[in-house]
């Protein structure tokens, strides 16, 4: 059964920032895309972040670029977001989310992938 569980979410003032963490398990990790994705408040969720598993590939969305690194302990299964320099447009429910058949230039799509996590809110305060 696939377990994607996401932790490291909170309040956090402008400019600050936060680890968010995603312990992955029920599915051979190595072999996935792995994303992060944000729904804000009267929002549609959008991509934030993917990185393929097996290496050598990432894509951010053009709002994060330079503040926000994703990476991933594939010796744990668990892939992160370290989100720097925040903003209040970056609050927001964080879902991570993983997918076997995704195309490269499709990353940032939710639809690419198969499994969610229930995710973590993160508040930024002005």
């Known amino acids: 059964q696939v377990h994607l569980v996401e932790s490291g979410g909170g309040s956090v003032q402008t400019g600050g920032s936060l680890r968010l963490s995603c312990a992955a398990s029920g599915f051979p990790y190595s072999n996935y895309y792995m994303g992060w994705f944000r729904q804000g408040p009267g929002k549609e969720r959008e991509g934030v972040a993917a990185?393929?598993?097996?290496?050598?590939?990432?894509d951010y969305a053009d709002s994060v670029k330079g503040r926000f690194t994703i990476s991933q302990d594939n010796a744990k299964n668990t892939l992160f977001l370290q989100m720097n320099n925040v903003k209040p447009e970056d609050t927001a429910m964080y879902y991570c989310?993983?997918?076997?058949?995704?195309?490269?230039?499709?990353?940032?799509?939710?639809?690419?992938?198969?499994?969610w996590g229930q995710g973590t809110q993160v508040t930024v305060s002005s």
């Open positions: 989310a993983a997918g076997r058949w995704v195309a490269p230039s499709r990353m940032l799509v939710g639809d690419e992938y198969r499994y």
């Open positions: 990185i393929y598993s097996g290496g050598g590939l990432t």
